[in-house]
């Protein structure tokens, strides 16, 4: 029976000139990775042209191949181990491969960092360095090429690996390995060389073994962003690429922004063999939901455990690739996942050198090639996630005349006031918790209270009085005693706010405002109440709950796993 392998995606990095398109070329070639066909050609047409034979070309040939739908896209190559399968990939610039990675075209789970052993640690090198800790990949191992232009030297690579360890430790970073080789001549590439008889580590394929294949970001949350939606016969489709998490039929979900909750009805299929009842990680799936509502590309779909952020306003670390300096004030279109938006920077913290990691004020603008902390403010609310939390909503781009000009990270989300929950009658405010979701968080083994929407109630309208973990008659009361308030619901509606000494208790239920309901059946238990409320303490509170509260009557605690 056949098992499926694992796959573990790396971003090969390095300056223009440090031979990393020769390094790549030389494994593939090293490892008979290359279609059928390609040496001889590169071979004949360096013959025509009366050019040297070289591993870049390669590179260059395979990803022509690509382009007429042998594999996946122009900048990722599929290779295999006996160990497991890989997609390399191709980093051509540091422009480029910022835009690669953000955009989400690949998850790199580790890394090469390409250096030239007689040039030695350049200012790209450092540059790329710094955006793969911007990016989170922490396993990196570093590739000392070209070590036949420097006779082999055993102090070229001892001064290199020292230069680079001074400059990852204050980034967080420490290489796992420093590989000295020459791709030219294939010396430690697949075999080990005694050219390098000096050297006891890893060649560069036990390297790429050697990397540790982990579990994706956060598995318990889903994030499904929204690609489009369509409309088939009677069918409703929402299409998107599931980023995180697992989502099968049943499933309840959220859809963000705006917190509407459905159902999964099923997951869409054009053929029979291709039904499913689950999806995973990674696949490009369609929603038939229970309920329609009117959906759009950009919205984000999450499980109810486990929501994104929404807000107007958060910090980033940026890496700025515009020819003109960033300043606070100017207006870009921000993209987070399939998320468009205008957005203007509204203040610059901090700017960061990436070559030098020198940090200073902000006052005159950001600069090309540097990193900047800044606070970004959009038009419109976002949803995203930090991106320590889900990769796929955390990072972002900047774009200027369909330019992207910078990209970075989520690394936090400014505090928004609380949006205020509960009932509103002029100029009187009852506070409450009545229609949150509260659930039973068997990864936490903890009570977890979902916050809701943050809506207010005023007299005339409709309440909901159902969910996953409440159930209210249609008429009832709701006694507030700290607010001293009092709120009369009939027939499902918001029919009176009053003072609590205007109120007359009249037969009805009566809850406190998380929902759970007085022990209170006549006018002198409901006195009674009152008077030991009115007396208590905080201290007291425990005690009162035990006498006069019961939790169960219209509240329950649902399991749930976060997935």
């Not at 360890?165 to 005694?194: H, T």
């Not at 560069?204 to 294949?213: M, T």
């Not at 369909?402 to 989300?413: A, D, L, M, R, S």
């Amino acid at each position: 029976m056949e098992t499926s392998r694992d796959i573990l995606k790396i971003v090969v990095a390095g300056h223009v000139d440090h031979g990393k398109s020769t390094v790549i070329g030389r494994l593939l070639y090293d490892a008979d990775a290359l279609p059928q066909g390609v040496i001889d050609k590169v071979r004949r047409i360096a013959g025509e042209t009366g050019k040297a034979f070289e591993f870049a070309y390669l590179l260059d040939a395979f990803e022509e191949e690509q382009k007429q739908g042998i594999t996946i896209d122009t900048t990722q190559l599929q290779f295999h181990t006996a160990k497991r399968d890989y997609v390399i990939i191709d980093a051509p610039g540091h422009k480029e491969f910022l835009k690669n990675m953000i955009s989400g075209a690949a998850d790199a789970e580790a890394a090469f960092l390409v250096i030239d052993a007689a040039r030695g640690v350049e200012e790209q090198s450092k540059r790329h360095a710094y955006m793969l800790s911007l990016l989170g990949i922490k396993q990196v191992c570093v590739i000392v090429n070209k070590m036949d232009l420097a006779a082999y030297a055993a102090r070229v690579y001892r001064r290199i690996s020292r230069d680079m360890d001074a400059f990852l430790e204050p980034l967080g970073l420490k290489a796992r390995a420093y590989i000295p080789l020459s791709a030219l001549k294939g010396d430690n590439v697949l075999r080990r060389s005694d050219n390098l008889d000096w050297y006891d580590g890893h060649t560069l394929i036990q390297a790429l073994d050697a990397f540790v294949k982990e579990g994706r970001h956060g598995e318990s949350r889903l994030r499904l962003p929204v690609q489009d939606v369509y409309k088939f016969d009677d069918r409703r489709i929402i299409a998107g690429r599931l980023e995180m998490g697992r989502l099968k039929e049943g499933d309840a979900i959220v859809i963000h922004p705006g917190g509407k909750k459905t159902t999964v009805r099923a997951l869409a299929y054009w053929l029979e063999k291709d039904r499913a009842a689950e999806a995973g990680p990674g696949q490009s799936i369609g929603l038939i939901l229970e309920d329609e509502f009117f959906n759009r590309r950009g919205e984000v779909i999450s499980h109810e455990t486990a929501p994104p952020l929404t807000t107007r306003s958060f910090q980033a670390s940026l890496f700025w690739m515009g020819q003109s300096r960033l300043r606070v004030g100017q207006k870009y279109k921000l993209k987070i996942a399939t998320q468009e938006t205008e957005a203007e920077i509204g203040e610059i913290i901090r700017v960061i050198d990436a070559s030098t990691l020198a940090a200073g004020p902000g006052a005159e603008g950001v600069k090309l090639n540097d990193v900047a902390e800044v606070i970004i403010k959009a038009r419109e609310a976002v949803v995203l996630d930090l991106f320590v939390n889900c990769p796929a909503t955390g990072r972002f781009v900047l774009v200027d005349d369909y330019n992207v000009v910078g990209g970075g990270i989520v690394t936090g989300v400014e505090a928004a006031p609380e949006a205020f929950r509960g009932f509103v009658s002029g100029d009187m405010k009852v506070g409450c918790d009545l229609f949150e979701e509260y659930y039973y968080s068997v990864e936490d083994q903890a009570v977890n209270k979902l916050p809701g929407p943050g809506l207010t109630y005023t007299v005339g309208e409709a309440v909901p009085l159902a969910g996953k973990s409440f159930s209210y008659p249609e008429f009832f009361d709701i006694a507030a005693f700290r607010e001293k308030m009092v709120v009369k619901i009939r027939a499902g509606l918001t029919a009176e706010v009053l003072p609590l000494e205007e109120y007359r208790y009249g037969g009805l239920p009566v809850v406190d405002g998380r929902g759970f309901a007085f022990r209170i059946s006549s006018c002198a238990q409901w006195a009674a109440c009152a008077h030991d409320y009115a007396a208590a303490t905080v201290a007291d509170e425990a005690a009162l709950s035990a006498k006069w509260l019961d939790f169960s009557a219209y509240r329950t605690i649902p399991f749930a796993g976060g997935a």
